[in-house]
């Protein structure tokens, strides 16, 4: 069986993650969507929700399942059995350090880097630009699913409140 792994933060899952996972689940046999938990990285939804937001979005992909991780992504990949890494690279610049984090990974066990570029209407899209749009107000609905917009938005408003009450 051909595994692979689309590992990331997720935090929100965008369109643009989702173009890279439906893509790589029509090369690969499985598809894991690997969320990293960092407990030392402020995320503004947990592990738990963003793997529950990612469930839902890939739910229509039948041989796409979702699993957190801790570490090193090719301790994940050993553990499971996965011998591809796909990256999504957005720009030249996302090359340069994926290159070498492909060749790190590479470098510590037989697991290969796969690099798929972004569709062009995607090509802008990041989790972090998505959150600060949102936050000043901006329309990020067509960025994201509709359930996510809606979390999202929701999270933002819980925070600015606690902000306002402190």
Not at 15 to 40: C, M, P, W, Y
Not at 94 to 106: C, I, R, V
């Amino acid at each position: 069986m051909r595994r692979a792994v689309c590992p990331g933060s997720f935090d929100p899952v965008t369109n643009g993650h989702l173009d890279i996972v439906q893509r790589a689940s029509t090369l690969f046999d499985e598809v894991v969507v690997a969320v990293g938990v960092n407990k030392s990285k402020n995320r503004l939804f947990t592990a738990e929700e963003r793997i529950a937001m990612l469930e839902q979005a890939c739910a229509p992909f039948a041989n796409v399942r979702v699993d957190g991780f801790k570490g090193l992504l090719t301790t994940f990949c050993q553990h499971h059995g996965i011998h591809a890494i796909v990256k999504g690279l957005r720009a030249v610049s996302d090359f340069d350090y994926e290159l070498q984090m492909a060749q790190m990974n590479s470098s510590l066990t037989d697991v290969e880097t796969v690099f798929v570029p972004t569709s062009p209407e995607y090509s802008f899209l990041a989790s972090s630009l998505v959150k600060e749009v949102a936050t000043f107000g901006g329309d990020v609905s067509g960025l994201i699913p509709d359930f996510v917009n809606t979390a999202l938005l929701a999270r933002l408003a819980e925070r600015a409140a606690q902000a306002d009450e402190a």
